[in-house]
């Protein structure tokens, strides 16, 4: 809660033209239905050609560039606990055979696989568009659950 109170120490109207960048920077990690890794890419380039603009924009962008980061690395650990628990009874059966309790140790996984990534999308699209329009009304949004690589 720190940074907030740093950047509100501010004591200046923010300009229509700062909430939009904002929110535009916010909406662009949506990127990532048309290229890949485009929610990271999006705010990056919106970020970097707006970041001197003013201390609110440069702190959305660093917000929605932690949030994305942070949920690549969520949808790495999910993906390799998930791929783990469901392929280590596959291993397990291919050395001993006729193993049918294997196919079963595996639905674990494969539910944490196909749960854990579906919610976290869910999760991250909703606060994707929570942090465009708090920051297009002139908001200070921060992220829940974000690791802060940029500060």
């Avoid at 909406?27 to 990271?40: D, H, V």
């Avoid at 917000?63 to 596959?90: D, E, H, K, R, T």
Wanted: aromatic share 12%; net charge negative.
């Amino acid at each position: 809660m720190e940074t907030l109170t740093k950047f509100n120490t501010e004591n200046t109207e923010l300009q229509p033209e700062e909430t939009s960048h904002a929110a535009i920077i916010h909406i662009s990690s949506l990127a990532s239905f048309i290229i890949p890794f485009g929610s990271i890419l999006g705010p990056l380039i919106f970020w970097m050609i707006w970041r001197d603009q003013s201390k609110f924009v440069d702190h959305n962008g660093k917000q929605a560039l932690n949030f994305n980061i942070s949920i690549v690395i969520y949808q790495i650990v999910i993906l390799v606990i998930g791929l783990v628990m469901f392929l280590s009874p596959f291993l397990m059966m291919m050395q001993q055979e006729d193993n049918p309790v294997a196919v079963l140790m595996s639905l674990p996984g494969l539910l944490i696989l196909l749960s854990g990534l579906g919610l976290l999308s869910i999760v991250r699209y909703v606060l994707i568009v929570i942090a465009a329009i708090k920051s297009g009304d002139g908001n200070w949004y921060r992220y829940p659950l974000t690791i802060q690589f940029f500060k």
